[in-house]
């Protein structure tokens, strides 16, 4: 081979080389990095409970307001319409003898001709915490135990015992135990005790439970209508009708400087 030949072979040979190391420089194979799949932690049956009552839509209103008439042993026990915030700081019952009801957080008020001074307090926040207890399951302070299957008028729930730490509320010695439906997760039935102006001792000698019926939506968010009180034990189940509720023209409400101002000569109970 000539001179010529071979330097030619050889100029040819090296652009050759050249020409696919800078190309392999140009096109580097990269190795895909798989995506990171984070799962997210399934909700608490709490959680899934307050989404049925749909709570974000529910506290994203003002305040809520109700007719409300209660009657317990065949008298009527209470006939006012109550207005309350959504988030439960403040409230107020105009009851229909002309007499008023307020709270402001711990602070009670009412009118001086109030008839039923002694059950002021349980009046101000009793109705209150029954009407709202769908979205209050998570309230500062709430002690949850962990589900169990509970079996109550030929129907197993999801049941769950609600109890309080201290100095939570006006009766932390109060406890609960709230039957959800395992499908819907709607609550049909409570059993409760109340502690207010009696020991815990004498409460867990008569507890009792409410049932929740004729549910009806309002702006998109689920309220009980009718209300049914019963004697029960969570051994023994529900016993007799003691009591019931009917609520009519629930509505979402806006508020003024006046909703819950308190007149200056009201009683601070």
């Known amino acids: 081979m000539s001179h010529i030949l071979k330097s030619s072979f050889y100029c040819m040979l090296l652009l050759t080389c050249f020409s696919s190391c800078k190309n ?75 007499t008023f009801i307020y709270y402001q957080d711990d602070k009670v008020f009412h009118s001086p001709d109030l008839v039923n001074e002694k059950a002021v307090r349980f009046d101000a926040y009793t109705w209150m ?52 439906d395992p499908k819907t997760h709607m609550i049909d039935y409570v059993g409760y005790i109340v502690t207010v102006n009696k020991s815990k001792e004498a409460a867990e000698s008569d507890p ?26 969570k051994a023994g189940g529900i016993g007799k009708v003691i009591g019931d509720a009917t609520l009519s023209n629930v509505k979402f409400v806006t508020l003024d400087e006046e909703t819950f101002k308190v007149p200056e000569n009201f009683i601070e109970k």
């Open 24 to 98: 392999e420089n140009k096109s580097p194979v990269v190795e895909e990095t798989p995506e990171l799949i984070i799962e997210q932690e399934p909700a608490s049956p709490i959680e899934t409970i307050e989404k049925a009552y749909n709570k974000d839509e529910f506290l994203s209103k003002a305040a809520i307001q109700t007719d409300i008439v209660i009657n317990f042993g065949g008298q009527e026990r209470l006939n006012a319409t109550m207005t309350y915030l959504t988030n439960s700081t403040q409230g107020k019952i105009a009851l229909n003898d002309g």
């Open 129 to 180: 915490y029954f009407l709202l207890f769908p979205n209050k399951l998570s309230d500062d302070g709430t002690i949850w135990s962990d589900v169990e299957s509970l079996k109550l008028q030929d129907k197993t729930y999801n049941a769950q015992t609600l109890t309080f730490e201290a100095n939570t509320g006006d009766a932390p010695d109060d406890w609960y135990v709230v039957y959800s």
């Open 208 to 233: 009792h439970a409410i049932g929740y019926s004729d549910y009806k939506t309002i702006d998109g968010v689920p309220v009980a209508h009718q209300w049914e009180f019963y004697e029960w034990t």
